[in-house]
């Protein structure tokens, strides 16, 4: 098997994290925090906007089965990467959509399937591509928060009908 990880922002991990979990080739998901200057940020101050750090998750994935070209598809059309600094109801820098890459060839992959995508959008991608440096692993409480919490409000309203939009548009990627 070979294993590789890719980190990602897309709104809400708790969201995104769901989606990946339920995807063919995904190994493990964490949600944590990446891309601001603050060392082991605590959710509370993620919450202020103030600490640079978006809401991601880091996904270690076996290659052999899914690739990081299928998983940066996948990221760019299960949430919206034309909204600025918000997805949803969730407005704020933290919930920016975001792609770290970990060397060159994977950037180049990013603008490939950027560019690629974009015709199917009305409005410009305004995904942030950024060199990633390091993830910080958020708080148990966080981490498979959908399958934890699946009769939640926020799950139910939300979470719930993207993964089931997932199962229907991405029925190949979807694990059974």
């Known amino acids: 098997m070979k294993t590789r990880t890719v980190t990602l922002g897309g709104g809400c991990f708790w969201c995104t994290e769901a989606i990946f979990k339920n995807t063919k080739g995904v190994i493990t998901v964490k949600s944590g925090y990446s891309g601001g200057f603050i060392k082991n940020p605590p959710y509370r ?38 909204r ?8 704020g820098t933290q919930y920016r959509s975001i792609i770290f890459f970990n060397n060159q060839t994977e950037k180049d992959i990013i603008h490939k399937i950027i560019q690629i995508l974009q015709e199917q959008f009305d409005k410009p991608i305004v995904t942030e591509i950024k060199k990633f440096e390091v993830f910080y692993e958020a708080e148990e409480r966080h981490q498979n928060y959908y399958f ?14 993207k993964l089931a939009k997932f199962k229907k548009n991405f029925s190949n990627y979807f694990k059974n």
């Open 45 to 82: 101050e993620i919450c202020t906007g103030r600490t640079g750090h978006a809401e991601v998750i880091q996904i270690t994935y076996n290659s052999e089965i899914i690739s990081f070209e299928e998983l940066i598809t996948l990221h760019l059309l299960t949430h919206n990467p034309t």
């Open 148 to 161: 934890q919490n699946t009769d939640a409000p926020y799950c139910q309203a939300i979470i719930s009908p």
């Open 84 to 91: 600025l600094n918000a997805q949803g109801a969730d407005k």
